[in-house]
Nanobody, 130 residues
Framework: QVQVLESGGGSVQAGGSLTLSCAAS????????MSWYRQAPGKPAPGKQR????????????LYADSVKGRFTISRDNAKNTMSLQMFSLKPEDTAVYYC???????????????????WGKGTLVTVSS
């Protein structure tokens, strides 16, 4: 089985910085894309589910939400199956639970290859105060 675990959340004042980390573990033989999503606290408004913040492919290509371009930087270490999100110039509207998402190829306990499986972490809370 595969586990995805985030770390690094916390509270910071507006203008501050935080770095989130994500680690995938298990009988993984390949991770395709990895990404960060976020969801603001409280009940989401219709159409306002988890928002894609940033994505990185296994070739290193990246994609960012317009709201974080120039402020956030996503990176990954393919050898360690880890990913990071450096967040600078944080704003109160960045307050959210941040989730790690990984598209994984792995071998299950029976030795069967499972490809393109999607795993989510449980999330880490980032709070930005004004």
């Amino acid at each position: 089985q595969v586990q995805v675990l985030e770390s690094g959340g916390g509270s910071v004042q507006a203008g501050g910085s935080l770095t989130l980390s994500c680690a995938a573990s298990g009988s993984i033989f390949s991770i395709n894309s990895m990404s960060w999503y976020r969801q603001a606290p409280g009940k989401p408004a219709p159409g306002k589910q988890r928002e894609l913040v940033a994505l990185i492919g296994n070739n290193g290509r990246t994609l960012y939400a317009d709201s974080v371009k120039g402020r956030f930087t996503i990176s990954r270490d393919n050898a360690k199956n880890t990913m990071s999100l450096q967040m600078f110039s944080l704003k109160p509207e960045d307050t959210a639970v941040y989730y790690c998402n990984a598209h994984v190829d792995y071998t299950d306990s029976a030795g069967v290859a499972k490809k393109g499986m999607i795993y989510w972490g449980k999330g880490t809370l980032v709070t930005v105060s004004s």
